[in-house]
């Protein structure tokens, strides 16, 4: 495992889940490590502690590393990673610049391994009970999709103020909200065009405490995502998460932990079942068995650059076609 | 009252709850106005009946026309009203081409008449109560502005199946959803990306089946609404009308009739209580005291322009900005 800026909990959700992994090294990778070796210590585990991840990396050569050090390191770690044999689970996004991405996508291309990134939320019992409805034809073909993530903002660490090492709210809570149209369309993307806004972000620099993308799809679909850090601190939850997939046969929305489904026989409102699975067993499932997880490599790839596309065109009040982008 | 094709029924509601007019003609223009007859007989009103309006506007010169005709003719029935001297309560979009707007705008501007839109939701409780509520510093500055009508389909008549006698699905259902955005912004437009979609349309010929507008307002706030008619048959109510307002304070949001408030004290729902006004007795108020109504001729024309950008956005394809279209 390498840093713990993020969600490198998922590990051990994952193992507690029964993933059957055992955590040979660890080093920091810029972030202090502490959490994680109690962790391991929990789990009964006892790695290597390197100073340096790289000579982690060559030294122990894992079959898989969990990246979750400075954002702005994710795609250079995986990609070492990658050339050093090993799988890559990675927190989200897996680059900050697009030709970071670039440079990852060629040497993953070229490794023959796996490379994934922490979309948890898609194994979110709601979303994940949404997703299986959606598959099984609930409302019909899709048309429309909205998603959204609202955060609560407080006072955030310092790498959050800088664009070079927070990578902008678009990609960082936004990942989320354009992965789940990626989850719920199965299609590509054709077009983006995005706002996002760092006036009135608390003192939080570059922070932008909003953005917005709208996307169509390769297959036609009307796909939005709004973000924002502005869930006032006193609210019952940390995020307000929501989907509402609108098709020909109904109409499907997850809002509050519920799924709300209406179709022709009348509207409904289902508290989810536990799912079954989690993004890190899931993966490492698929990687013993062979059962695909719930989201895919190209998947992967595909969202950073969703992201990242979503973002420039912020930037520039540009809209922004993938075409001219794809390899 | 000229026709009776959409919200002419605003005029009857707004007498019950006190509007000092007495209907003196009117005329189908194009419609059967049998049903108009009926309610203006309901309220003792025996108005004139014409064959042909231009001719019932000439020689009635009345103070207050409603016009709610074919849509087409929405823009040429409101100029002919103007220059006869009579103020113009005409069902929205006024106009259904960019071209029919400039001319309505030169004639109204040179009429020196009020010009006011059937923007009926302004003044629905729950939607009134949150504007109030915004209009109080509830959420402070505001950020982000989202909105939804989503409606049933059913089979609607032929002239909801042309583009030249339904004008499109943005400007007719996304009149409401746009509005309610220039209504809590209280900004103009500064530019518009929109897609619309009529494959699926359930055989309803160029009826877009939905469509999305994304907005940067010239105030900087990103809006976005969406519309759609993909709300099943089954479902409990015609239509699924929201807002979301997100500022640096709180975040208001309009959903099932009821206002939901997160603010520093947490979260409420609220029932909100009946609304003190109507879109039409707020107009003939204004006309007679001079208390400004809820909506403005000013935003009459800007929602007009707006809807009409939109649908050429989502025709295009492209980006635009209501700068180049300023007078």
Redesign the interface.
């Known amino acids: 495992m390498i840093g713990c800026q993020g969600h490198w909990s998922y590990v051990f959700n994952g193992i507690r889940n029964g993933a059957q992994v055992s955590l040979a090294a660890v080093s920091g990778g810029g972030n202090d490590m502490t959490r994680v070796k109690e962790a391991a210590e929990e789990h009964h585990f006892h790695p290597a502690d390197y100073e340096d991840w790289r000579t982690m990396l060559h030294e122990v050569k894992p079959d898989l590393v969990c990246i979750d050090g400075p954002f702005e390191l994710h795609a250079v770690m995986a990609a070492e990673s990658l050339r050093c044999g090993s799988h890559v689970f990675c927190e989200k996004p897996v680059a900050l610049t697009l030709e970071q991405l670039d440079m990852l996508e060629d040497v993953w291309k070229k490794s023959g391994k796996h490379l994934r990134s922490m979309v948890g939320l898609r194994y979110d019992p709601a979303f994940l009970y949404a997703y299986r409805q959606v598959q099984a034809g609930a409302v019909g ?1 899709i ?2 999709i ?1 998603t ?1 993530k ?1 955060y609560k903002l407080g006072k955030r660490p310092d790498f959050y103020r800088k664009r070079g090492t927070y990578g902008g709210t678009i990609p960082w809570v936004g990942s989320h909200a354009v992965d789940w149209i990626l989850y719920y369309s199965g299609s590509t993307f054709e ?1 983006v ?1 995005a ?3 760092a ?2 972000n ?1 003192d939080h620099g570059d922070l932008e ?4 993308c ?1 996307f ?1 799809l390769n297959n ?1 679909v ?1 796909a ?1 995502a ?1 973000v ?1 850090y ?7 939850s940390h995020g307000d998460d929501r989907v509402r997939i ?6 499907i929305e997850v809002m509050k932990g519920k799924v709300h489904l ?6 409904k409102v289902v508290d989810p079942p536990a799912a079954d699975r989690d993004v890190f067993s899931d993966f490492t499932t698929e990687l013993v068995t062979g059962r695909p997880a719930l989201v895919s490599d190209l998947e992967t790839i595909e969202l950073t650059r969703a992201v990242l596309l979503a973002r420039e065109s912020a930037d520039k ?3 922004l076609l993938f075409a001219g982008e794809a390899k």
Chains 1, 2 share one sequence.
Do not use: C, N, V
């Open positions: 073909k048309k429309f909205r959204q609202s077009r065009t706002y996002h806004d006036e009135d608390f405490i909003a953005g917005h709208l169509r036609g009307i939005d709004g924002d502005l869930r006032p601190l006193s609210a019952p609108a098709g020909t046969k109904g109409i209406i179709d022709s026989e009348g509207e009040q540009e809209t």
